[in-house]
């Protein structure tokens, strides 16, 4: 149970564990004042770039704004392999200590041409299908495009008249 008090505040469970593990790590943990985001400038305004990012990649493409989720993903991938002002790395590689691949970035919400893998079709059914690429999984070295026709992301590596921003 919490205590509360004038002047400090006892946190006991998960909350407890958590500061004891960050004062271990050497993390000085801050906290903001409740419904004050402009506390939290550093954090408000990367939320404000990422979404600004989605909603022109969203609309440049005339994607479904119901892919807004997909957008900000891959609004971070980019901005998470960009150099950013007065550092000379990218946070990836501030983070990996390994500069980012960038041979896979592509155009977001562009056309195409993927593969239907024969468990998946019948004798005479397509063996390929259009779609758009709306992101990079992060679990296999794979596209995420979005299916016009079943309305579903789907997972694959062989694609066709991908347009990559780095040739």
Not at 10 to 36: D, S
Request: charged letters at 25%.
């Amino acid at each position: 149970m919490s205590k509360f008090s004038e002047q400090t505040v006892e946190v006991n469970g998960p909350a407890k564990e958590f500061e004891l593990w960050l004062q271990g790590e050497g993390i000085v943990h801050h906290t903001t004042a409740p419904y004050t985001p402009e506390q939290n400038g550093v954090a408000e305004r990367y939320n404000r770039t990422l979404m600004e990012s989605a909603r022109c990649m969203l609309y440049a493409k005339s994607v479904p704004l119901s892919l807004w989720a997909e957008a900000v993903h891959h609004a971070n991938y980019v901005l998470n392999r960009t150099l950013t002002k007065g550092n000379d790395v990218t946070p990836y590689e501030a983070y990996f200590n390994v500069k980012p691949d960038v041979s896979n970035l592509f155009i977001f919400g562009s056309k195409v041409y993927y593969h239907v893998p024969k468990e998946l079709r019948r004798k005479l059914d397509a063996k390929c299908k259009v779609g758009i690429v709306v992101g990079i999984c992060d679990t296999t070295k794979a596209f995420r495009i979005w299916d016009f026709e079943d309305k579903r992301i789907r997972i694959s590596r062989d694609i066709s008249r991908l347009i990559r921003l780095h040739r």
